[in-house]
């Protein structure tokens, strides 16, 4: 699991936590992830747009 920007350290952590802790699936856990992150951080917001790349 990467992150970055200004909130990715708290991106990144809260992942982890929902990973080792909830059994949400990966989607959910990047939206609930970047949430938490636009709460904390002041230059991360709530307007989010994701993809989904397959190899």
Do not use: V, W
């Not at 809260?14 to 939206?31: P, S, V």
């Not at 904390?40 to 397959?54: A, L």
């Amino acid at each position: 699991m990467i992150a970055i920007g200004s909130g990715g350290p708290y991106a990144q952590a809260a992942a982890r936590a929902l990973l080792e802790n909830t059994d949400m699936g990966a989607r959910d856990i990047a939206e609930k992830a970047l949430d938490i992150a636009g709460d904390i951080c002041i230059y991360t917001n709530h307007f989010h747009h994701h993809r989904r790349i397959t190899f």
